[in-house]
Each structure stands twice: as structure tokens, then as C-alpha cells.
């Protein structure tokens, strides 16, 4: 590890980072560095500059990835060089509100039944029915299933904050055969190549995409969309929006408001409502 990617990752855990944040602005410095094959604190402002230009007319890169980068870039020269750069103001401001991919339930099943190693295929059960990111299912303990409270203790959630979500019983059930098989210790999804580490992250969305491609299903699905439809199945299931805000961990209801997109159940029940109310006209 070089002084400065050491540097970087302790100025991160400094400001409170979370560790798939840090990880993805170490990736953004790294891209920068290697696309000019020179260490990033000797690069010029305009040299940044024209990386994210590469980034936009070249790659294509979409307004989500471009706000990765320049905040992994931007953290390494301003917090960690020192060196502020007003070239940060420029570059992809705007969000763009996006309707979430939802897979249906009989979809969920379909791609959860294809996956073939137990471990991902546990970790990503969970992740759909307990509506975890990504990072809160591969690091979860064996301690942090409760199953006398039918609770899992999501520890170090985005912000650094901790939350207790339901446990259903089938995922409990699913749990118990799987712990007879592995046996895991601490870590409940243990990495196989690294002894004693939790599963990498990128590793059930290896697993996933494998699933998809031979599902059948015209999705662009990742493991976030298993998140995505676990809330709007709660939805669906007239669970009120304050206490899915809460099982999400999200911070503001507007967070959560983007589920409240119209889907074909929720049209289904709507149509009664509204067939009901204009009958006397």
C-alpha cells in the first residue's frame, strides 16, 4: 500500500466514512491515476479536467458514477493534499430522479432458486428479505441474528448508524439449514479466500448477474434491486411508508417516497378505489 492510499484511508475514517464508501473513492483515485499512469498528487487541475471529461464523452459514464468519482477524487485533494479545486463545482451537479428497477416476488424466487454456491445464495436471501445493502448483508455476524426477538442487527449502516430489522420465519428456517451445512464463524458469509474476512462485496453481484443471464428475465437487475423490491412489496402489502423508512435506514422520508411509484398491484387496487368513488357519475 503506498503512503498516500495510506493517508487517504485514514482521513476517510476520520470523517466517519463507511467502508464501501471509502472503498469506492479509493477505486475513483486509482481510475484517475492509471488513466495518466502517474501518481494523482503530481497531476495538474486540468489534467483532473480532462479525466472527467474522458469519463463523459468517452465512457459514457452515467450521472450516478460521475458523483462517485468526483467524490473519491474530490475527498483526496481537498481533505486529504490540501489542495482544493473549484473544478469540483462543475461536474455532475444534477441528480436525476430514477423510477427503481422492482422485480416481482415470483421473479425474486426465480433468481434466489438459480444461484448455486449456499453462501451467496443465504447472503442474498437475506439481503431481499430483511432489505439490507449490500455491505450490511456480506458483514453481518452470527451474533447479530436474534432469534429469540426474530431481529437482525444491522451493524454500521449507511452514516455509521446501527438498526434492528424483522426477521421473517422462512429466512430463519433457511438460516438454521444453512448453519448446519457451513457451520460460519464469526462472520455469518465468510470469504473463502481470505480466512477469518467477511464475503466480498462484489462477489454476490458476480453471483446475481450469473443467475440473471440464464433467468430469462429483461431486467437490469443488481443486488440493490433486491432492496428496491423488498420495500415495494412491503408497499404493496399497505405497510405504512414512516415504518418502511425505518427498516431501510433511511435518514429522509424522501428517500423512501421513490416507492411509492405506481406498480401493478398497487394500479390494480387503485382502480377499484377509483372505479368505486366515479360510479355516480
Not at 93 to 118: A, H, N
Not at 135 to 159: A, C, F, H, N, P
Amino acid at each position: 500500500m503506498t503512503e498516500l492510499r495510506r493517508r487517504m484511508l485514514e482521513d476517510m475514517q476520520l470523517h466517519g466514512l463507511a467502508r464501501g464508501t471509502q472503498s469506492v473513492y479509493v477505486h475513483a483515485v486509482q481510475a484517475l491515476a492509471e488513466y495518466y499512469h502517474r501518481s494523482p498528487d503530481q497531476l495538474t487541475e486540468e489534467q483532473v479536467r480532462q479525466f472527467f471529461l474522458h469519463l463523459i464523452n468517452r465512457k459514457q459514464s452515467s450521472d450516478g458514477t460521475l458523483r462517485t468519482y468526483r467524490g473519491g477524487i474530490q475527498f483526496f485533494y481537498t481533505s486529504t493534499l490540501q489542495r482544493p479545486m473549484p473544478l469540483f463545482d462543475l461536474v455532475a451537479r444534477k441528480r436525476r430522479r430514477r423510477l427503481p428497477v422492482v422485480l416481482s416476488f415470483e421473479e425474486v424466487q426465480r433468481l434466489l432458486g438459480l444461484v448455486q454456491d449456499p453462501v451467496a445464495r443465504m447472503c442474498l436471501t437475506l439481503i431481499y428479505s430483511c432489505g439490507l445493502r449490500v455491505g450490511e448483508g456480506t458483514r453481518l455476524q452470527v451474533r447479530d441474528i436474534d432469534s429469540g426477538r426474530m431481529l437482525v442487527y444491522v451493524r454500521y449502516g449507511k452514516g455509521g448508524k446501527d438498526r434492528y430489522v424483522p426477521l421473517p420465519q422462512r429466512s430463519l428456517e433457511l438460516l438454521r439449514d444453512y448453519w448446519r451445512l457451513k457451520r460460519p464463524r464469526p462472520w455469518l458469509f465468510p470469504d473463502r479466500r481470505q480466512p477469518g474476512e467477511p464475503l466480498d462485496r462484489q462477489y454476490p453481484y458476480k453471483v446475481l448477474k450469473a443467475a440473471l443471464r440464464v433467468s430469462g428475465i429483461p431486467k437490469n437487475v443488481n443486488v440493490h434491486t433486491l432492496r428496491h423490491s423488498y420495500a415495494t412489496h412491503l408497499l404493496e402489502a399497505k405497510v405504512d411508508l414512516r415504518v418502511i423508512q425505518e427498516m431501510l435506514g433511511h435518514k429522509s422520508p424522501k428517500t423512501t417516497a421513490v416507492y411509492t411509484h405506481l406498480t401493478p398491484r398497487i394500479i390494480a387496487g387503485l382502480r377499484t378505489t377509483l372505479d368505486g368513488l366515479m360510479a355516480p357519475l
